[in-house]
């Protein structure tokens, strides 16, 4: 038996009803915030993500997965959304239009990762992104619509952990900083982070190696090396958090796992997940456009993990499903007909019905309607045609009315809609 590859999941009828339920909450939010959706390609040619996510970081290391096509040319499944939109907003000259735009887009990316609870090779992301401002209130905004995502998808134990990267002027003190901070720890380094440290070592207060972790836990904070501006920034967005009423923590070692941020990253965690507890994350990428050949123009955006998000929000979310409000159960030829044309008006009423065509009887369809736990079973034989009325049962209660077939639908109607 073929089976699925490994990292990857099937997302099944009884789970999709909670994946439907996440997707229209987003959606709606970031409707009402003024973002419109954008969709992607899965593939792109590689150079995107080297030259944007970075060289060094272990994304592109690592992680992508990357082949030839037929005319040689290296192509990528794509590890993560900003870097398409960004491509799309340029290619596309968008920022021609108006250099402000505002756009959300869902579905999956790929990373060659060792699986494990809530992370997958192809997993799935919700990103928000906002391209041509560069005002601290849009980072607040932003995360205060992050926030309120999860708080109206009922995420328990929610923190948002803040930090500023600074821009090209204030980080080469901070890299000096670093760097000799870090030459006191070569021992303890693994043999990435003792490569990287040179080059870039931003990366290595972003390993997840255990002794990395150790050893840099004093390394020197970004935030006391800020030029005067991106102090003034990150102040500015802290005090329009505060004034937003979103608690949030210092977190000097959030870096995140890509070269192209600049400015303010933030991550929000959750107690759900264990140690894998990041459930969304994000932050400004000012230079990002500019540096793939388009406008100088800033950007900010976040990116929330589908999967663990789903995983969350299960347990409280049981009961989202196509359960039917209807299960239409005809006995007989005559009866079968009629369900037919009852169950396809009802259905393109927004009522959700089922039937079942073959010729089980009353008992088998009983049960099949109690297997999907529809809310009501319209009962329909000889009898009740000879009686000009059909029976309809809640499922819950158990009791039971006569329902005339003369004008059914419109009768139905009123009951479910």
């Given at each position: 038996m073929i089976q699925l590859i490994r990292g990857v999941k099937d997302i099944l009828p009884g789970e999709i009803g909670l994946w439907q339920k996440i997707e229209k909450t987003a959606i709606s939010l970031f409707e009402s915030f003024g973002f419109c959706e954008i969709r992607l390609p899965i593939i792109e040619h590689t150079e995107l993500f080297a030259r944007s996510i970075g060289q060094d970081t272990d994304i592109v290391e690592k992680e992508m997965y990357t082949f030839l096509n037929k005319k040689d040319e290296m192509i990528t499944l794509r590890p993560e959304a900003t870097a398409s939109i960004v491509r799309a907003y340029i290619q596309h000259r968008l920022y021609a239009i108006d250099p402000v735009q505002k756009f959300y887009t869902i579905g999956p990316m790929f990373r060659r990762e060792r699986p494990q609870k809530g992370r997958y090779r192809q997993f799935?992301?919700?990103?928000?992104?906002?391209?041509?401002?560069?005002?601290?209130?849009?980072?607040?905004?932003l995360i205060f619509m992050l926030v309120e995502l999860l708080k109206r998808l009922s995420v328990p134990d929610v923190?948002?952990?803040?930090?500023?990267?600074g821009c090209p002027v204030c980080r080469p003190g901070f890299k000096k900083s670093l760097q000799k901070f870090m030459s006191n720890t070569t021992a303890m380094l693994c043999s990435d982070c003792e490569r990287r440290k040179e080059k870039n070592p931003l990366r290595v207060l972003d390993c997840k190696v255990l002794a990395c972790r150790e050893a840099m836990k004093d390394a020197p904070s970004i935030i006391e090396h800020l030029c005067n501006e991106c102090e003034e920034h990150f102040e500015a967005v802290k005090n329009s958090l505060n004034d937003l009423n979103i608690q949030f923590e210092i977190d000097k070692r959030l870096v995140r796992g890509l070269d192209?941020?600049?400015?303010?990253?933030?991550?929000?965690?959750?107690?759900?997940?264990?140690?894998?507890?990041?459930?969304?994350?994000?932050?400004?990428?000012?230079?990002?456009?500019?540096?793939?050949?388009?406008?100088?123009?800033?950007?900010?955006g976040f990116a929330i993990g589908f999967?663990?998000?789903?995983?969350?929000?299960?347990?409280?979310?049981?009961?989202?499903?196509?359960?039917?409000?209807?299960?239409?159960?005809?006995?007989?030829?005559?009866?079968?007909?009629?369900?037919l044309k009852w169950s396809c008006a009802l259905s393109l009423s927004g009522i959700k019905t089922e039937t079942d065509f073959s010729d089980k009887g009353l008992k088998g369809q009983m049960k099949k309607a109690d297997r999907l736990a529809a809310g009501h079973v319209l009962i329909i034989g000889d009898n009740e045609l000879s009686e000009g009325s059909a029976i309809l049962r809640n499922m819950m209660t158990k009791e039971q009315v006569s329902v005339p077939i003369d004008g059914i639908v419109e009768k139905l109607k009123s009951i479910f809609v």
């Open positions: 799935y992301q919700i990103n928000a992104e906002v391209l041509g401002v560069d005002s601290p209130l849009t980072d607040a905004q923190c948002v952990y803040l930090n500023s990267l192209y941020y600049t400015r303010t990253t933030f991550e929000v965690h959750t107690g759900s997940l264990g140690a894998q507890s990041a459930v969304a994350g994000g932050g400004r990428y000012d230079r990002l456009i500019e540096s793939l050949g388009g406008p100088s123009q800033p950007a900010i999967d663990r998000l789903a995983e969350i929000i299960s347990s409280d979310n049981a009961g989202v499903s196509c359960k039917p409000d209807l299960f239409i159960a005809a006995l007989g030829e005559q009866a079968r007909t009629n369900a």
